[in-house]
């Protein structure tokens, strides 16, 4: 079964500053990865995708994430971090054959201003 | 195009009561699942449904939890007698399906989730 890990459960930065939340997962073959991203209160929202091809993805609000397969990672960045990016991001996993994502338990990114 | 409907957005309901959660998928997308969030946690899968077939429920709790996606009409996840632990944050998404990498595609988009209160 697969599984993900975001060992980050809280990270603050730096309104200005550069972001890059870890997401590791375990899978045997070559999965399905999902960024989303909760603000308080809210559903998800789908910030970036990999299913395929290039490993750098690009999302919205100016995240990227790379898949590395060496690593089993697939982790967000955001070069310059806004105020309003502050919220829960969620990395998850989907598998073939089965339609069910394994969500991570979260990483809340506070800003300082 | 509406995104995902859940209604009521909140929920509070004494022990014992039973919990109606409704699930409106996006236009054109014709499978839907459902997610629960504990307080501080991330959400864990309970159930996936097309239209009038539950194709995996290896998630739902063997008790007091059913789900269902009528031909017609919104998803409803149910959960009956309810209990303090069901106190949660129950999410539902939807998809079309369509044909990628190894056969199936499997972007997901939520709604914007029902908050449950047990007292």
């Known amino acids: 079964a697969q599984s993900v890990t975001q060992p980050d459960i809280h990270i603050t930065v730096s309104e200005g500053a550069s972001l890059e939340l870890r997401c590791n997962y375990s899978?045997?073959?070559?999965?399905?990865l999902f960024w989303y991203v909760q603000s308080p209160g809210q559903g998800l929202q789908l910030l970036l995708k990999?299913?395929?091809?290039?490993?750098l993805v690009q999302g919205i609000k100016g995240f990227e994430a790379e898949f590395k397969r060496s690593q089993s990672s697939f982790n967000l960045r955001k070069p310059s971090v806004h105020w309003s990016d502050a919220a829960e991001y969620f990395c998850?996993?989907?598998?073939?054959?089965?339609?069910?994502?394994?969500f991570g338990s979260g990483t809340r990114l506070q800003v300082q201003p | 195009n509406a995104g995902v409907m859940q209604n009521p957005r909140h929920l509070v309901r004494r022990r014992g009561q039973e919990a109606r959660l409704r699930c409106s998928p996006m236009?054109?997308?014709?499978?839907v699942y459902w997610y629960r969030q504990l307080p501080e946690e991330g959400l864990k899968f309970m159930v996936y449904?097309?239209?009038?077939?539950?194709?995996?429920e290896s998630g739902m709790p063997k008790e007091r939890f059913s789900a269902e996606f009528p031909k017609e009409g919104p998803s409803i996840l149910r959960i009956q007698q309810v209990v303090r632990g069901d106190s949660a944050a129950y999410f539902c998404?939807?998809?079309?399906?369509?044909?990628?990498?190894?056969?199936?595609?499997?972007?997901?988009?939520f709604g914007p989730g029902t908050r449950l209160t047990v007292l």
């Open positions: 998404a939807s998809s079309p399906f369509s044909w990628g990498r190894d056969g199936l595609y499997n972007e997901q988009f």
């Open positions: 899978y045997g073959a070559t999965p399905y």
């Open positions: 990999y299913f395929s091809g290039d490993t």
């Open positions: 998850a996993v989907g598998a073939t054959g089965r339609r069910a994502l394994t």
């Open positions: 236009k054109g997308h014709s499978h």
């Open positions: 449904l097309q239209k009038e077939n539950i194709i995996d």
